[in-house]
């Protein structure tokens, strides 16, 4: 019998590829504490916290098999904590920017119903000259407008110089000025920023 809490990181990782679950439940065991007060010092509300912890360890779990750690099993867990509080933050920031929008157009007194409808008439109408952009340069451009990867970023990702990139989002943005026209255009850069 194996005693796993006596296993180095790195043989828990070997056993948990082979998707041990006894290796995972140990690896659980000896980060979910100290994870947990990283994630609470971030965060200032346990019940994220605790969210956040058991969000990365069902990830682990999940691609087991498939990860390839280059760093240490602790630097990895510690890493994936901080990307999902940041992607955590960001959620709650685009929430906040969307309920002071929110607030703003009901103190003004606009139709929200009328504005509704035309946004998502707008929206529509976007994403369908968007979706007939040719297929890697719709690509750039999502990766840029929606996803917001910087040229470098998105040259790294797609395997492309940044020159193309920069060329692909001008090419892009011309085909949609013409398409949707200069009102439309001006629209547009407001809707994706």
């Not at 157009?105 to 606009?110: L, N, P, Q, S």
């Not at 990867?149 to 943005?173: G, H």
Request: net charge positive; hydrophobic share 40%.
């Amino acid at each position: 019998m194996i005693a796993y809490n006596l296993l180095s990181d790195e043989e828990l990782m070997v056993l948990l590829k082979a998707r041990n679950h006894r290796a995972y439940e140990e690896i659980y065991k000896r980060y979910w504490g100290i994870l947990y007060r990283y994630s609470k010092k971030m965060l200032q509300n346990e019940e994220e916290s605790k969210d956040v912890i058991q969000d990365v360890f069902v990830m682990i779990w999940a691609k087991s098999s498939t990860i390839d750690l280059h760093t240490s099993l602790s630097a990895f867990l510690y890493a994936s904590v901080r990307n999902s509080i940041l992607r955590l933050f960001e959620k709650g920031k685009i929430k906040e920017r969307y309920m002071n929008s929110l607030e703003k157009f009901i103190d003004e007194g606009t139709d929200i119903t009328d504005h509704l409808i035309r946004n998502r008439e707008l929206s529509n109408r976007i994403e369908s000259e968007i979706s007939k952009l040719p297929p890697k340069m719709r690509e750039v451009f999502e990766l840029s407008r929606k996803v917001h990867l910087s040229q470098k970023e998105i040259a790294c990702k797609m395997e492309i110089s940044d020159k193309t990139v920069k060329k692909q989002m001008n090419n892009a943005i011309k085909i949609l000025k013409l398409k949707l026209g200069a009102a439309m255009a001006i629209l547009l850069f407001f809707h994706f920023f």
